[in-house]
């Protein structure tokens, strides 16, 4: 890198400070969150304002009543996380409904955490598991450098990624719906959406199924949920395309927006695994379809992305 | 590599947008900037407390949260206009700051006693200003301001964070969501970064040598 | 900010009315100011008011581009100050008016913050930013002084590593730098604790970026102050050490501060190692309470606090370590 010798003195310190922190920069805007999270928003607007919650005291009695699994092979990628004594599990603190810190309590909550904390009480026989932040550009390598042990990510199973690193599940299956601002006409379909402007959450699929059915859509990337209906509600995009649940949820809180009909994608999520440890997929998908043959997986639906969105308890897709 | 090669024109479009935001940022901030270093050295006592005190918040604030408020501040209370121009008058307002500073720098340097020499000839305050402070600071300022440029031009990639897809590094993530291959994309994107601070930087080194004065 | 119009309106011997709101403040003020009077003759400069020498400190005198003001010209100062002030405060009661008209100074959006939890994470939050600083801080600033040492030594072999060390680290960005020793470390067997991941790689860049603020504060001294140390016979060393540093740390403290700024500014990567700092914070807040504006808005005024409370720290250190130095004046941040 010690590639600009040619600058003058002054102009390169300064310009090569500022560069470190451009291409930090550079690489920061591309980060966040992987292709949902969600909730409410209804910025500016104190009417109808709610702080969603999972219900946590349901998701503790759940990872309480998880036994531990007995049948750990001396050698395996389980076993070596057992006597590590703790689940390194790759996530964010800002996917609301899936993995959101709720900075009142310290703790991780929603449907991906509470999956993670199972899964780590299955294993270990305690919900011990260490989050650590991963994003769009850091999750593939940090799988393969084997610094986390899992993903959970709202990670989309999609076959770029699966050549990188290996997927347990899928363990969730939403689709992608549309979002538009009440009163909004003229907006019935992807393809309706060529000329307008289509905001999302950056790290999603979302842009290719957008440019996919509608080439002359503009797309807005923003990192949170909230920033997304922001963006919708202020008039700066004419549509919010992401998982229909999450959707589902903003319309609930926020009077402004509404879901279209239908689903235009399949988004099966997965549990980002290294690659090079097949046992360990295996022993993870035994375990997914323990929790969803048991009702675990229900439960801990209701217990979260069931608070927001309406309806009754989707069925679980198919592992493998 | 051939994923770049296939997709040159997103990032031609992306660099032009890049390029447009941060030739914007850079005119205004030069301007506000002056304005401000004019206010610093006025006698007008809370002309100077305001330029300093514009300058030392906008500098404490990260450029990420200042964008994050104008973007969505703004429409909060009743001013929307397009997302780019948004984060223009954002970015402006940030680097007006540094301008400032980087101004009157090259004022400072200019030595007292050339100051002193035009009043004893009996310039006034313009004429001093005009004829001997100004040209000397010139000078001094091209290099910093260079830097500013290269600057604003690498953090021109912040404003993806706050919705302006159009330019280089949000095509770069549209890119990398894609494809899934951070290294090649977010390398290729950073190269193109690079090779801009190094021209401008050649640039300034030659306007530089071209002005050089000894003293 | 009323009181300094009307002591200059005194000191220059104005009628004392000018048509400002008149308050508690100002009142006590103009009669400081008026009782200063006789001491003052009618042509010297007015003598300043507590407030008024408090805004000169924020301020900062002129920097002498101009000839003391005679009276004609204390009157259009004064006058130019009054509708500076007018203009100032139109500008702060319009950004006020917006943000009240359209409901957001309403305590409902700015409830969460007056929870304890709430607090006691952004004050986690901002203790952790302020960690981060102040140890990477404390590593970097020596550490660029040794490399700007190595760089002005007379051995190659001590000139050569520190020159490529602060060529190469200041051409690195600092996030791939963060990238480096989040993927690479773990390679080679280290295991660094996640503050550790942030603050090596913000030190090894500061350190490279310090020591060429250093080299530069050196060699824009005056020769003739090492050639006097020389003649006084004290050996490169010493001369380095008791002439040189010191004054050139006074002449590069402005320069050291705004850097220092920087590198509190360049702890916001911490999301990369999943290290929990203001950005992080404010991010977590307003996807959790739905209120971005608001918490972005809270910790850009802690950002500006944390830096004022920095640069007045540093200010203090420099007076402390000798003065500020005989050509320049105050530090700027």
């Known amino acids: 890198m010690n590639a600009i010798p040619s600058l003058p003195r002054s102009a390169r310190s300064r310009a090569l400070a500022a560069g470190a922190l451009a291409a930090a920069a550079l690489f920061a805007t591309a980060c966040s969150s992987n292709s949902s999270s969600g909730s409410s928003a209804v910025p500016g607007s104190n009417a109808g304002k709610a702080t969603v919650k999972s219900d946590t005291d349901t998701v503790a009695a759940l990872i309480a009543a998880e036994q531990p699994a007995t049948d750990i092979k001396p050698g395996s990628t389980a076993a070596r996380i057992k006597a590590q004594g703790t689940l390194r599990v790759g996530g964010t603190q800002t996917a609301a409904l899936f993995s959101l810190l709720d900075p009142t309590t310290g703790k991780v909550e929603g449907f991906d955490a509470a999956m993670s904390q199972l899964l780590a009480k299955y294993i270990i026989g305690k919900p011990s598991t260490d989050l650590v932040n991963v994003t769009a550009q850091t999750r593939e390598a940090l799988l393969k450098g084997h610094q986390v042990d899992t993903v959970f990510a709202t990670y989309t199973i999609t076959p770029e990624r699966a050549k990188q690193v290996a997927f347990a599940g899928p363990y969730y299956q939403d689709g992608l719906a549309i979002e538009v601002r009440k009163g909004t006409t003229g907006i019935s379909s992807l393809a309706d959406l060529n000329g307008k402007t289509v905001v999302t959450e950056s790290g999603s699929t979302v842009p290719t199924a957008v440019k996919a059915a509608a080439p002359k859509a503009k797309i807005q990337l923003f990192d949170t949920n909230t920033e997304c209906v922001q963006a919708l509600s202020q008039h700066r995009a004419d549509a919010y395309v992401l998982d229909q649940g999450i959707l589902a949820g903003n319309a609930v809180t926020n009077k402004d927006v509404q879901v279209l009909p239908g689903t235009y994608t399949k988004e099966p999520y997965g549990i980002g695994l290294p690659l090079d440890e097949p046992d360990f997929k295996d022993f993870v998908n035994t375990w997914l379809q323990k929790v969803e043959a048991d009702g675990t997986w229900a439960k801990v639906w209701k217990a979260t992305v069931g608070t927001e969105v309406p309806g009754p308890v989707p069925t679980p897709p198919a592992v493998g | ?215 | 900010m009323t009181p300094v119009l009307h002591n200059k309106a005194a000191g220059s011997g104005l009628p004392e009315s000018s048509g400002t709101p008149g308050s508690a403040d100002s009142a006590h003020s103009a009669a400081h100011a008026s009782t200063g009077q006789p001491a003052v003759p009618a042509t010297a400069p007015p003598r300043p008011g507590r407030l008024t020498a408090l805004l000169e400190a924020v301020g900062g005198a002129d920097d002498g581009l101009f000839d003391p003001p005679g009276p004609r010209g204390r009157r259009r100062i004064a006058v130019a100050s009054a509708v500076s002030l007018l203009a100032l405060a139109a500008l702060a009661w319009a950004v006020v008016h917006q943000f009240d008209a359209h409901g957001q100074l309403h305590a409902a959006q700015w409830r969460i913050f007056g929870q304890w939890p709430v607090l006691h994470y952004l004050l986690t939050a901002l203790w952790a930013t302020v960690r981060v600083t102040l140890v990477s801080g404390a590593i970097a600033l020596p550490l660029g002084a040794l490399l700007a040492l190595g760089r002005l030594a007379r051995t190659p072999l001590l000139r050569w590593p520190a020159t490529v060390y602060v060529e190469v680290l200041r051409a690195v960005p600092l996030l791939l730098l963060i990238y480096a020793f989040l993927f690479g470390l773990p390679t080679a067997g280290v295991h660094l604790p996640l503050f550790w991941q942030l603050v090596w790689p913000i030190v090894f860049t500061n350190a490279a970026v310090f020591a060429e603020i250093f080299r530069s504060g050196v060699r824009a001294l005056p020769r003739g102050q090492t050639e006097a140390a020389y003649a006084l016979g004290l050996n490169h060393w010493t001369a380095m050490r008791l002439v040189v540093l010191p004054q050139a740390v006074r002449q590069t403290a402005p320069a050291l501060v705004s850097q220092l700024v920087r590198l509190l500014k360049d702890s916001t990567l911490g999301y990369v190692v999943s290290f929990l700092e203001l950005l992080n914070a404010a991010k977590v807040l307003g996807e959790f309470d739905h209120t971005v504006v608001q918490a972005y808005l809270v910790v850009a005024v802690v950002y500006v606090l944390v830096n004022t409370a920095l640069a007045g720290t540093a200010g203090w250190l420099e007076r402390r370590l000798g003065g500020p130095s005989p050509t320049r004046g105050r530090p700027t941040v």
């Open chain 2, 1 to 215: 590599m051939g994923l770049i090669a296939d997709h040159i024109g997103v990032f031609g479009s992306g660099l032009r947008v890049s390029a447009e935001i941060s030739a914007c940022t850079f005119v205004l901030a030069a301007l506000l900037g002056a304005v401000l270093a004019v206010c610093r050295i006025s006698p007008v006592l809370p002309l100077r407390v305001f330029s300093r005190l514009y300058v030392a918040v906008l500098r404490s604030i990260p450029l990420l949260v200042l964008l994050t408020l104008f973007v969505f501040g703004l429409p909060e209370i009743g001013i929307v206009y397009s997302l780019q121009w948004t984060a223009v008058t954002a970015m402006s307002l940030y680097w007006a700051a540094f301008f400032c500073e980087v101004l009157r720098a090259g004022v400072r340097a200019v030595p007292r006693g050339q100051i002193e020499a035009a009043r004893a000839l009996g310039l006034g305050f313009g004429q001093t200003l005009r004829l001997v402070v100004l040209p000397q600071a010139a000078r001094s300022i091209i290099q910093p301001a260079a830097s500013l440029l290269i600057a604003v031009t690498l953090n021109s990639s912040l404003a993806a964070a706050v919705g302006v897809t159009q330019e280089l590094t949000g095509q770069t993530e549209l890119l990398d969501q894609q494809y899934a291959q951070p290294l090649v994309t977010f390398g290729a994107a950073a190269v193109a970064y690079v090779a801009i601070a190094l021209c401008v930087g050649r640039l300034a080194g030659f306007l530089d040598r071209k002005m050089a004065v000894t003293r």
